[in-house]
């Protein structure tokens, strides 16, 4: 179903080899032989293609699929079509995951550096690794190995970038230590100096930012997302962490494992994130604050004031989620009755 | 009485002439045959000068004017200075717009490569394109006649651009069937992977992102704006939408016709707004929902369910506008009360 | 402490030294000439390291730390650890900046044209340039002495930029007057069109941007910020502006002198800040707005009306903050009355 312009799909597989290599269950009755071409989505799919359920808002198109098979959880199988073969998996979404990735595998990085790559003599590239056209990667930088570098992006002097990191076009990496398969997507901005200054009404005196950036490894950065460096202690992003488009992260940050950031996030200076924090979109935390392990933050909140490990807050300034619901819903009776005296 | 270096001035125009572009009716006593030279805002204007009164804040602007002629909407005619001339028209932005197109029209195209531009040989290069230096244009892509890519642009393999599109500075393109006379702004970033992972406790793991971007004709992407490309399903941009800058637009979300996206609002992945859907600035939407036609959303406002069709929404979470002014208002009195007690 | 592999020190200064140039008063018992070989954090700084303490959240870390000298407020100089010497200054944070610039001076710019920099032969450039690789500069513009234009940046047509100008990676300028010692970050977007059109059902109909971007001296421009010329008038940013990361400013913006906009802070078009304003992270800005001066705004208000100068602002609609504050105590106090009923 993707468009052969840009995917190359792989396969085809058997039903057998998708359920062993996402660890899903066939249904009864299911033909391990069944042969499929592809994924496609519930709506669009047919006889050759395997989908997946995930959110239950889409029941009703689980109802009506002529998918040849669905990946679903097991308490929603009997929702489908009769007929459908099934993949049963309490992770729907994972095995989806997995079964899309053999389909589409991440195609191998090929050796090759663009005649007009700009690549100062002491910067240390790895084994097969693609840099594009335009770009620019500083002194005494280090590459690893099967690193793709795309077009016009730029890597200072210096910067550490680990194995199977992939920077995307017109990204820039300045400061910064980056461990094994990061992706940095296109022109994210990484390592400049952080919002530093002491105000003064003779002007604002800049404070020389003298952190770096310390990325781990599997770490994901959504396009145009900024992530100063730290101004003396380093703006840390633990491993395993998710971070969307459009993200603000000040200097001296630090986020623990996995942590997922949705786009439009801002995170002030020196705040720090326990392991598996998830902040919502749009969410902003003042500085300095400690965000324990993790905590949710609904989308468009207002952190002003740390919070506990495995709480979930809402709201400006962000409270408790339950408490925050109670005020919006006292909130709203209050108009109502007022509007009915 | 645009600054030369960046502007050239086209004219001049005769009253007459303005007039019949814009289809503006002139005021009694107005000279057809009297002379322009320029556009100017209603402060700075001189006699030489068109200006235009849209916005009633600044009436008294536009009582006070130099200008030689302005456009006007008739309900204010009355409150100019005596002798001005006036174009009369019932939406003299609209009006303004025509008029400021005549003195400063698109420079046309000239066709030109940049030496150091690295375009593969198997992509399809339309006529009288102007491709700046440092562009990048990948194997297989498709660029319509008379299009302008700018400096160190990357667009990536297979993207189609129809013809006239407008690709600014640094900008990227990935993934993407682009319909004829669009422009996309410097640093906006098309079809780079969506937000998709599956979560899990050993580690997020990605989801293939196998859609496009789909955009049509006459759209505007603002500057360093993002737009993910589809998870499977396509995200689609409807014809003749206007994006502001820092938009995020997330993987399979649909905008129909004339959407009027404002800077800095989110969309989350599978929204799909109708045609004619405004949004205002930072506003949020959570992912999954439909937003009717018409229907417009206030700025700062988080939406987390449907807006029926021609709605106007407001506050978090976003309700009818009118609750939601209610609700500022009871608790506004209820403070107020508080403090007097 | 700094990492060697991007930052160079200089010194080492004696204490003496130190005090002198950032005109604080050492304590009592301070040897002054005792060598300090570079700052440090609270928590890190050995012997050797000069310290700080600005904010009293980390009264703590000044109690224990093992740094040679510290930089504090007179009132919390007894705070420290028993035979630490202090530098005393009112401004702690300011006399940190003075010192740590010493410690780490910029750079001196060094005259280099990157031999793929593509420079139109129009353009005038000042003595001492450092031009970096894939540099795009348009005709009859005019850099000045001792600028630093990075790798992939793009500045157009008759644009002027001031001595000391720092253009960051994948930064582009188009439209500009830019005066002296401003530094603009990487992937920053100044000058592209504003987002002006006139709506309606047959399509939106753009209105030509004739204004400019004026920035005065001393003005820094955070990372994948946008700054929108003006439609006819200019926008305008004063001198000693600081501005962060992710920043929306609209067309004919005015902001008067020294004001600091946080991360992610939207303005819309035609507002007008006093000098000195500072508005909070993500806080959004309606049109035709003035905010007076030395007006503050917390983060994520949203301002839909004029501020007298010297008022705090908070909520949305954004009100005077002691106002807020108790709106959020009273909706606070019913909800927990509700729940206890």
Same mark, same amino acid.
């Given at each position: 179903?993707?468009?052969?312009?840009?995917?190359?799909?792989?396969g085809?597989?058997?039903?057998?080899?998708?359920?062993?290599?996402c660890?899903?269950?066939?249904?009864?009755g299911?033909?391990s032989?069944?042969?499929?071409?592809?994924v496609?989505?519930?709506?669009?799919a047919g006889?050759?293609?395997?989908s997946?359920l995930?959110?239950?808002?889409?029941?009703?198109?689980?109802?009506?699929t002529?998918?040849?098979?669905?990946?679903v959880?097991?308490?929603?199988? &009997?929702?489908?079509?009769?007929?459908?073969?099934?993949?049963?998996?309490?992770?729907?979404?994972r095995?989806?995951?997995?079964?899309?990735?053999?389909?589409?595998?991440?195609?191998?990085v090929?050796?090759?550096?663009?005649?007009?790559?700009?690549?100062?003599?002491?910067?240390v590239?790895?084994?097969?690794?693609?840099?594009?056209?335009?770009?620019?990667?500083?002194a005494?930088?280090?590459?690893?190995?099967?690193?793709?570098?795309e077009?016009n992006a730029?890597?200072?002097d210096?910067?550490?970038?680990?194995a199977g990191?992939?920077?995307g076009?017109?990204?820039?990496?300045?400061?910064?230590?980056?461990?094994?398969?990061?992706s940095?997507?296109?022109?994210?901005r990484?390592?400049?100096?952080?919002?530093?200054?002491?105000m003064g009404?003779?002007?604002?005196?800049?404070?020389?930012?003298?952190g770096r950036?310390?990325?781990?490894?599997?770490?994901?950065?959504?396009?145009?997302?900024?992530?100063?460096?730290?101004?003396?202690? &380093?703006?840390?992003?633990?491993?395993?962490?998710?971070?969307?488009?459009?993200?603000?992260?000040?200097?001296?940050?630090?986020l623990g494992?996995?942590?997922?950031?949705v786009?439009?996030?801002g995170?002030?200076?020196?705040?720090?994130?326990? &392991?598996?924090?998830?902040a919502?979109?749009?969410?902003?935390?003042?500085?300095?604050?400690?965000?324990?392990?993790?905590?949710?933050?609904?989308a468009?909140?207002?952190v002003?004031?740390d919070i506990?490990?495995g709480?979930?807050?809402g709201?400006?300034?962000?409270?408790?989620?339950?408490?925050w619901?109670?005020?919006?819903a006292t909130l709203s009776?209050?108009a109502?009755?007022k509007?009915?005296?």
């Amino acid at each position: 179903m993707a468009d052969a312009r840009f995917f190359q799909v792989a396969g085809p597989f058997t039903l057998g080899q998708l359920a062993g290599l996402c660890g899903a269950e066939m249904s009864a009755g299911a033909d391990s032989t069944q042969m499929f071409a592809d994924v496609a989505a519930l709506e669009t799919a047919g006889p050759q293609h395997i989908s997946f359920l995930d959110n239950r808002k889409y029941l009703s198109a689980f109802a009506a699929t002529k998918a040849g098979a669905v990946i679903v959880h097991p308490d929603v199988a &009997d929702r489908g079509p009769a007929g459908v073969a099934l993949l049963l998996s309490k992770d729907p979404y994972r095995a989806y995951a997995m079964v899309a990735q053999a389909f589409y595998p991440q195609p191998a990085v090929t050796e090759w550096r663009a005649p007009n790559a700009c690549i100062d003599p002491s910067a240390v590239i790895g084994a097969n690794c693609w840099i594009g056209p335009g770009v620019v990667i500083g002194a005494r930088a280090e590459i690893g190995d099967n690193c793709r570098i795309e077009a016009n992006a730029v890597i200072g002097d210096g910067v550490v970038l680990g194995a199977g990191g992939k920077i995307g076009a017109n990204a820039s990496v300045y400061c910064a230590v980056i461990g094994k398969n990061v992706s940095i997507y296109p022109g994210a901005r990484i390592g400049q100096d952080g919002f530093g200054f002491a105000m003064g009404a003779q002007g604002h005196l800049k404070v020389p930012q003298l952190g770096r950036v310390v990325i781990g490894n599997n770490v994901e950065i959504g396009a145009n997302t900024t992530i100063d460096r730290g101004s003396g202690p &380093d703006t840390v992003i633990g491993d395993g962490c998710w971070i969307d488009n459009l993200v603000q992260i000040g200097h001296n940050v630090q986020l623990g494992r996995g942590c997922v950031v949705v786009a439009q996030v801002g995170i002030s200076g020196s705040t720090q994130f326990g &392991d598996f924090v998830a902040a919502g979109g749009q969410a902003g935390f003042a500085g300095h604050l400690k965000i324990g392990m993790g905590a949710k933050v609904m989308a468009q909140s207002g952190v002003i004031s740390d919070i506990p490990p495995g709480q979930t807050y809402g709201g400006y300034p962000a409270i408790p989620r339950m408490e925050w619901l109670r005020q919006s819903a006292t909130l709203s009776k209050l108009a109502r009755d007022k509007k009915q005296r």
